[in-house]
């Protein structure tokens, strides 16, 4: 019961159900503190923050090519975030998403230049998007598989996993796998036309989203209206009470372990084949990360995760555009999108936790008095 | 340690608490004088607990004071309730089980510097134990000790702080019947020298056996203190409900037993034996047999293998030798699944850790045995409309009192919670049912709800396997009563015409051709 000195005669208590309205107003306050803290930073580093924010905003959404681009960035943590909402929706604490990411845009290219590189596009595609679900959804059952089976951490193996994935891939396309025509840059061959995803006009905003959108759809509907989504739900909230009522854990695991995966997997296939047309380094700058910050603001609900795939992209957007068009020192973006998560985050655990004042060993009388 | 004094020790005048909207106590008075028993009963949720944690100092009620012979006090902390001589013994005892009793002891104490000084502690406890009839090795760990013995560490502890009034929470919930009557007789002694002793239980037997006063508590005021003498069981009880209760014991010679009892087996245990939660034995070649409408009682002092008995008849623990069959089949270490499609219900232990998901809705904890059959099941699919249907209709028959179908299971009370959890239970017509302390923690009203469910079944033919520490509770329910110690059947007994005592000395390990030679 020893607690840190400042919380003292408190206590934290979760909060049951989060009311939506302080929900909204608990969102908006953490923003504008975090303006404020990041506005005195850059005030202390000689710029002007109003301007800076201005830059930021209308980089991010203030004319066609920003949304676009805020789009862009969308697809792939939507995809992602996805993933992880429905593995922690279970417990699983999937943290393999990025792996899982660079496994399915291995097989999708895979399939794209060595497997059915004549095939006709909407052939082609479906047969990428096929083969980026089985990609990253194997390397989503390894951990699943070690998980049910030998009670290993997924947390570690699916981490570990990541750079496995990364390493592969660099191998490829150092290796194997290299454009012979690229003097040396390490990459692939360029897919063939038929493996490019349609773009939307002159914009760099391709099919992937809507995989995106459709994706959320659907796995709205499996974790609403189905057996199997229900059946999640209660081994993620009560794993007794599913072994209980005679569900099958081992086997949920490694699918919902899969199903994470694939949806990676999916966001994978949706950067090469819409962004890159070729298997390259650095592929993603981290969506695998960012996407378990998107399952946790969306409180892992698959609508909720389109919006907070939206904003985080903005963020990001909002931030290069920053360092292109102001010149700003590199630095300066990634603190600021820092500083703003940061504070979202700490704002997201005040709308799901309270402090309690209490008279002192309350606790001991509260547990207690729980029934049983 | 007489305290010659006209004013009560302890005198609770206007206590008023409240816990958001609930009034949790209203305008209590309530006091006590030095030397007497006074206990304090009422049911579940009534108010026994918070008026007790203000008097102990956990609490600070909103309106109201305290006073200890006469001079009104303040509590802070229960710190402070100590240093006023006020003391309590909780269910759930506060002790660490890898130290000594003495360290235990000195936990408690901010005197005296750095050094713990043991030997002067163990040598005070050892005095206090002689003059009070609480011997305990002072040197000997928690763990050791029997739980009665915990308890007595835990008087002891209190004493040696310098309490003189001690709050006792339904202290022989966790007692064998022996251990009940020695804590009691240490508790008339403690009276008897001076101390005053506040008893909190829901057994009216207990309460009329030690008490001198009763106090009783109804929705969070007191509506009757009177004396032990000249009153009973019954006056007791309406006054906790206010209103007349059936009797909680059916008298036997009414009862239809045997009647019910087709002769079918259903359930048979074949020398089950299976591993427990700490990786030694917990069941111990265990055999029993249940026919069709019998309800076989199992006693026994918590931790003896009960839950473990429960659990691998369910699924939910495997066995490590012998066989269990439900009507002729073999479902030894089948699914939990599959043995409830065998037609076996399950009120599990503890419902919010097994058979309920506290933070889904009423309907997700509906449809937890259904979900998969139709019409809940359209292949794959769920029906809501189905589920909607199947919920309100279990919410209405088995009369759940909550805002709706949407409602957290959490947010419900305990007894609804338990009869929303029996309802889905008994909706497949089951052949076996498999409740364990179905009534623990609900009210009386729920209680006589859940008897007269569990009745109902076994006039159906249903078999029953309850496992549950409330003597009277088995006594009225069972035809038999199965009692276990140590993960083993110490003996199976008529439920009726069996003394309790001779219950008591099974549960106690005592076998029966023990007792025939002394």
Known sequence: MAEPGLL????????????????????????????????????????????????????????????????????????????????FRMQLWNIGAEGQLY?????????????????????????????????????????????????????????????????????????????????????????????????????????????????????????????????????????????????????????VMALS???????????????????????????????????????????????????????????????????????????????????????????????????????????????? | MSQPSAAPAIAMRGITKRFGNVVANDQVDFSAAWGEVHALVGENGAGKSTLMSILAGLYRPDDGYVEIDGQPVQFRSPRDAIAHGI?????????????????????????????????????????LGETYGLEVDPRARIWQLSVGEQQ????????????????????????????????????RGLAAQGFTVIFISHKLDEVLEVADQISILRRGRIVATMPAQGTDRRELARLMVGRDLAPIVEDPAHSPREATITGDTILSLRNVTAI?????????????????GETLGVAGVAGNGQSELAEVVTGLRRTTAGAIHVAGRDVTNRPAGEIARAGVAHVPEDRLATGLIGSMDLSANAILREYGQPPLAQGPFLSSAAVANFTDSLIARHDVKAPGRWARLRTLSGGNQQKLLLGREL??????????????????????????????QRARGAATLLISEDLDELLALSDRIAVMFDGAVMGIVPARGTDPEEIGLLMAGVAPEATAHG
Request: charged content about 15%; hydrophobic content about 50%.
């Open chain 2, 152 to 187: 007595r560490v835990e008087i002891l502890r209190l004493l040696y702080l310098g309490a003189r009034i001690l709050v006792f929470d339904e202290p022989t919930a966790v007692l064998t019947p022996q251990e009940a009557h020695s804590l009691i007789r240490t508790l």
């Open chain 1, 8 to 87: 003292r005669g408190y206590r934290i208590e979760r909060v049951p159900s989060p009311p939506r309205g302080s929900v909204a107003i608990i969102t908006v306050l953490s923003l504008l503190a975090a303006l404020i803290f990041g506005g005195l930073v850059l005030a202390l580093s000689g710029e002007n923050p109003l301007t800076i924010y201005q830059a930021m905003l209308s980089g991010a959404l203030g004319n066609w090519n920003g949304v676009a681009e805020t789009l862009v960035k969308t697809t792939p943590l939507l995809l992602a975030g996805l993933g992880v909402a429905v593995a």
């Open chain 2, 276 to 292: 427990g939660e700490k990786g030694v034995p917990a069941l111990k070649q265990v055999s029993l047999e249940i026919q069709a």
């Open chain 1, 103 to 255: 496994f399915g845009a291995i097989f999708a290219s895979w399939m794209a230049l060595y497997l059915a590189p004549g095939a006709p596009g909407w052939l082609l595609v479906p047969l990428m998007i096929v083969a980026a679900m089985v990609g990253g959804g194997l390397w989503g059952l390894v951990p699943g598989i070690l998980r049910a089976y030998f009670g290993a951490s997924e947390i570690i193996t699916s981490l570990m996993l990541n750079y496995v994935a990364i390493l592969f891939s660099d191998y490829l396309i150092h290796g194997p796998w290299r454009d012979p025509q690229a003097f040396g840059f390490p990459g692939t061959p360029a897919f063939p036309d038929a493996a490019w995803l349609p773009r939307w006009g002159t914009t760099r905003v391709h099919l992937g989203l809507l995989f995106g959108l459709v994706a959320a759809l659907l796995l709205w509907f499996l974790l609403r209206r189905t057996r199997w989504g229900y059946e999640i739900g209660v081994m993620g909230e009560n794993p007794r009470a599913a072994l209980y009522a005679g569900m099958p854990m081992a086997r949920t695991i490694i699918l």
């Open chain 2, 87 to 127: 003391g309590m013994v909780y269910q759930h005892f506060m002790l660490v089980d890898t130290f000594s009793v003495a360290e235990n002891v000195v936990m408690g104490e901010r005197t005296g510097g750095v050094s713990l000084q043991l030997p002067r502690v163990e040598q005070r406890l050892a005095e």
């Open chain 1, 261 to 372: 995966g694939a949806l990676a997997g999916l966001a994978g296939m949706s950067e090469v084949a819409g962004i890159g047309h070729q298997l390259q380094r650095n592929l993603s700058p981290g969506y695998g990360y960012a996407a378990i910050i998107v399952a946790w603001l969306a409180r892992l609900h698959p609508i909720g995760a389109v919006l907070v795939a939206f904003l985080l992209a903005a963020l990001t957007v909002g931030g290069d555009q920053l360092q292109m068009s102001l010149g700003l020192p590199a630095a300066i973006a990634p603190m600021l999108q820092g500083t703003i998560l940061f504070f979202l985050l700490g704002g997201d655990i005040l709308t799901r936790y309270r402090l309690v004042k209490r008279t002192p060993a309350l606790a001991a009388v509260t547990r207690e008095n729980e029934p049983a």
């Open chain 2, 427 to 456: 909706s497949g017509a089951p052949r076996l049912i498999v409740a364990v302390h179905p009534t623990r923690g609900v009210d009386i009203g729920a209680t006589e709800a859940i008897h007269a469910a569990l009745r109902e």
